[in-house]
């Protein structure tokens, strides 16, 4: 049971450059998340996918696009990536069937850094 | 969902018991106190959550005052381990997580 995966876990761009970064959640959960932490600061809600099939804005949407391919998965794009966009990107799941209601599974982060 | 409010940084000895305190005056009647901590740079970690009621669990107490405005999490015996940074979160069954800064939460030995 891995939980949440995500990939890559490092990351250099270039300006203007366009990554995907992925989410894979094997946990049967219908709730998926992007967070990004910047130094110093706490998370702040990008993008989130309540159900397969729905994507909603969260605080920090601009210069970025999602993609909920399937239950499992949820995709994180940035399609020109810009200084400003140098974080640490944080999926998330949460659904039916955890112990304790709401509760949210993070992964391991994925540390971009836009030059 | 509600604000919350919390000290930006707190210490605590080795052994004794970390008290961290939540302010969330404007919390709505459905709404549920939830703390994470996030250790070092890892993805948050769940710890304890509660409507109204005190609640209790192998990590931690949680004591939500009887009008709600406020909470404390309590870590009975705090250990290195347990610096972190400690986030209170107010949210509605099927909202979002907002988190903010939380309290930074050093162990001293």
């Known amino acids: 049971n891995a939980g949440v995966t995500q990939t890559p876990k490092f990351q250099v761009l270039k300006t203007g450059q366009s990554m995907t970064l992925q989410c894979a959640q094997d946990?049967?959960?219908?709730?998926m998340y992007w967070y990004r932490q910047d130094p110093g600061m706490g998370l702040r809600l990008i993008y989130y996918?309540?159900?397969?099939?729905?994507?909603d804005k969260g605080e920090v949407p601009n210069g970025y696009n999602v993609s909920r391919l399937n239950k499992r998965e949820f995709s994180l794009r940035l399609e020109s990536a810009a200084p400003s966009q140098t974080s640490v990107y944080f999926c998330?799941?949460?659904?039916?069937?955890?112990?304790?209601?709401?509760?949210?599974?993070f992964g391991e982060g994925s540390r971009l850094t836009v030059l | 969902d509600a604000k919350t409010t919390q000290p930006p940084s707190m210490d605590c000895a080795e052994g004794r018991a970390a008290n961290l305190p939540c302010n969330h005056s404007?919390?709505?009647?459905?709404?549920?106190v939830y703390w994470y901590r996030q250790i070092h740079s890892q993805g948050p970690q769940y710890i304890i959550h509660?409507?109204?009621n005190n609640e209790t669990n192998e990590m931690a107490s949680l004591i939500i005052t009887e009008d709600r405005k406020s909470s404390t999490l309590i870590l009975p015996h705090a250990t290195l381990r347990d610096t972190a940074v400690y986030y209170c979160?107010?949210?509605?069954?099927?909202?979002?997580?907002?988190f903010g800064t939380g309290t930074s939460l050093t162990v001293i030995p």
């Open positions: 998330a799941s949460s659904g039916a069937g955890t112990s304790r209601v709401g509760e949210l599974f």
């Open positions: 946990m049967n959960h219908n709730s």
């Open positions: 996918s309540a159900s397969e099939g729905t994507t």
């Open positions: 404007t919390i709505s009647g459905n709404e549920y």
């Open positions: 509660g409507l109204k």
């Open positions: 979160i107010v949210r509605a069954t099927g909202n979002q997580f907002y």
